[in-house]
């Protein structure tokens, strides 16, 4: 029987619509406030709603699997968690920028907060969908939106450059992912990502086995780009250099995240056969290996030598998008959605703080050089120990989030016995204490060029307390968030709900 | 061995124009060539397009692609100033690494292509009318359609704030 429109349970898209409600309330509310008046009721509108759209999500947690129209719409608990983390990001982002947005987009703040809102919308719609057509417009929101986001400051070169580089490796990396998903619909003849598995599979039997690897490898590479990872990371560090602060923590956290979910939705829906039929343990595997690998060699060791903040924590980003790759790559191994979702979180933590800390300082001095965090300690000792914890725990360096993420990454590859990528991870992990440490060592050891305290507006303090709180938590207590996550029902993701089967 | 028939050559004419456009679009000097080069592309996809039999397609192609993409672009270019040439700054090593590149993956495809031919029945393509494709987009994709109006609102925003003049400086 087919089912129509109202034959579902539309309550379960409810996070979804309370953002798209509230980016359209806002839209026209701006339209009526006056101009040059002030936008703080937009801000505080926005965070209400991602708020509650996170509260609904969370009550969620648990529920059995849903979809909607054949899987163009599906919620389970591997969407409601990467629902929770993009939420968390946007929200803490939303949060901590109130004070930025007012003097860095002056003649765009209502523009800034609900173009944010509809990234995130985007970035929901990829995590909560099984279907290629809305998969991809779900990308294509959040890739259009942060465009425009980076050029937000039209008055800056560096802005406007991030905005024209993003727009076309963006562009680029959309087409090669849409050439793959055409492969897949010329084989299968559906989008749905459940049947498609089922008749790639009996494709990749009758001697179709080039294409299928064709439309993965045209995938794969697309995705790469959009998650950062080298060696299509070209962008990454002049886009996040040109952007606002915030807008540059968006990218590295929310929409990182939500290309992870992409990642994960894709090639375990619809490729996973492989694994049985051999081609992923031969190609597959190392390829995603080498991308793994080759985003923490390259972005650990660049890192060295930046000597901006932003464009060193850009390549840092890169080197955490190799971390987070491991676990897909070594899929065979004990704790995959475990292991890349402890790492995401506690990513989202200490990067979101770091930002912050980093936006403070930035808006104080005036520029984003290493040097701008010398003797932070003594301008700003609370600043200073935060962003201590943030980039311990980016180091890696127990006892912290960073530190148990990467354990746990190292534990799933180990017992996928993939060691060399273990050993990879853990010399570019100690490469990467040099740069980390570098700006602790600026902050403790050199003097301020000016004795001047650096004040920290309300919002960005909260912000930072509340990462300094997850980052700590997830480093004393990481039994709790994994026991929370062991409890999710991640196969799930893996196979169609079951009532809906006989359509 | 390939059947010489009216289809066929069509087909070659077609590709050939369509391909020879793309070219084109690429060596020309001039802003408003390469958009009227492109422009000739997109005509040559439509009619590639009605020998697929997806007239409602093709139709849809020479109305935004080769229609309305192109006139907007020759309006950019006529409103801001299109007397601009491309300069000639890239490296010429950079120039040879992105051929080799290329190079490399158009082999890589046509291998694929040429390496696996097709051997089952071409499905029936009678079913698939413009009344089907509606009453899909409107029941079973739904979702993403909504979705896209949202998309293209977000584009709309995006380039009033770009593109707007200052209010006061």
Redesign the interface.
């Given at each position: 029987m087919e089912k129509y429109f109202l034959d579902y349970d539309w309550t379960v898209m409810a996070p979804e619509l309370i953002i798209l409600a509230a980016a359209a309330l806002l839209s026209v509310i701006d339209l009526l406030l006056k101009e040059g008046g002030n936008r703080r009721l937009l801000g505080w509108i926005s965070l209400a709603a991602v708020i509650g759209a996170g509260v609904v999500a969370a009550q969620q947690l648990g529920d059995p699997a849903y979809e909607i129209l054949s899987d163009t719409y599906r919620v389970d608990d591997f969407a409601r968690v990467f629902k929770l983390i993009l939420l968390a990001g946007t929200g803490l982002i939303l949060l901590g920028s109130f004070r930025e947005m007012d003097r860095e987009g002056k003649e765009a703040r209502g523009e800034y907060i609900y173009l944010l809102l509809a990234a995130l919308l985007g970035g929901m719609m990829l995590t909560s969908s099984a279907d290629l057509i809305t998969l991809f417009v779900g990308l294509e929101l959040l890739s259009l939106a942060s465009y425009i986001l980076a050029g937000i400051r039209r008055k800056r070169t560096d802005s406007n450059e991030a905005a024209w580089k993003y727009v076309v490796m963006g562009g680029v990396s959309s087409a090669f992912i849409l050439y793959g998903m055409s492969f897949v619909y010329g084989l299968t003849g559906t989008t749905n990502l459940y049947t498609a598995q089922q008749r790639l599979f009996e494709a990749y039997n009758s001697g179709y086995e080039p294409f299928v690897l064709l439309s993965l490898f045209l995938m794969l590479l697309g995705f790469a780009f959009k998650a950062a990872s080298a060696p299509f990371h070209m962008w990454a560090p002049d886009v996040y250099q040109g952007a606002a602060t915030p807008v540059t923590s968006f990218l590295a956290v929310v929409s990182k995240a939500a290309a992870f979910s992409l990642i994960l939705r894709v090639l375990l829906g619809t490729y996973l056969f492989l694994l049985q039929a051999g081609p992923w343990q031969e190609l597959v595997a190392p390829a995603l290996l080498v991308i793994a690998a080759a985003s923490m060699v390259i972005g650990n060791t660049a890192a060295l030598r930046q000597t901006r903040t932003k464009r060193m924590m850009a390549y840092s980003s890169v080197a955490h998008a190799g971390y987070m790759l491991v676990p897909l790559a070594a899929v065979a191994g004990a704790m995959l959605f475990e292991s890349t979702i402890y790492y995401l979180i506690a990513y989202l933590f200490m990067t979101l703080g770091a930002f912050t800390v980093l936006m403070v300082v930035e808006r104080e001095t005036g520029n984003e050089h290493l040097a701008s965090f010398a003797g932070l300690s003594r301008r700003s000792p609370l600043a200073a120990a935060a962003m201590t914890v943030f980039l311990v725990s980016l180091a890696g360096i127990p006892i912290t989030a960073g530190f148990f993420g990467k354990f746990y990454i190292l534990i799933h590859a180990v017992t996928a016995r993939e060691f060399w990528i273990a050993a990879v991870m853990l010399v570019t992990t100690v490469v990467s204490y040099f740069y980390y440490f570098g700006v602790i060592r600026m902050m403790y050891f050199r003097p301020p060029s000016d004795g001047k305290k650096v004040p920290i507006p309300a919002g960005a303090a909260v912000v930072i307390l509340i990462s300094l709180a997850g980052t700590l938590l997830l480093g004393f207590l990481p039994q709790w968030t994994l026991d929370f996550l062991g409890q999710m029902d991640w196969m799930s993701t893996l196979s169609p709900v079951r009532d809906t089967l006989g359509q | 061995m390939i059947e010489m028939n009216g289809e066929f050559i069509a087909f070659l004419i077609l590709s050939i124009m369509a391909i020879g456009g793309a070219v084109f679009m690429l060596n020309f000097v001039r802003v408003v060539h390469m958009v009227l080069s492109l422009a000739f592309t997109m005509l040559s996809i439509a009619g590639i397009y009605v020998l697929l039999n997806a007239e409602f397609l093709a139709a849809i192609q020479v109305l935004i692609y080769t229609g309305a993409v192109s006139i907007l672009m020759l309006f950019g270019i006529m409103l801001t100033r299109h007397r601009d040439q491309e300069a000639e700054g890239v490296r010429p090593w950079h120039k040879f690494f992105s051929f080799v590149g290329v190079a490399a993956f158009l082999g890589?495809?046509l291998h694929?292509l040429y390496?696996?031919p097709f051997?089952e029945e071409t499905?029936d393509v009678g079913r698939f009318s413009v009344d089907w494709l509606g009453e899909t987009v409107f029941?079973?994709?739904?979702?993403?359609f909504e979705?896209?109006s949202?998309?293209l609102?977000?584009?709309l925003?995006?380039a009033v704030?770009?593109a707007r003049k200052?209010?006061k400086s």
């Open positions: - | 890589i495809l694929t390496r696996t051997t499905a029941k079973q994709y739904v979702i993403p979705a896209v949202v998309l609102l977000v584009a925003v995006g704030i770009l200052e209010s």
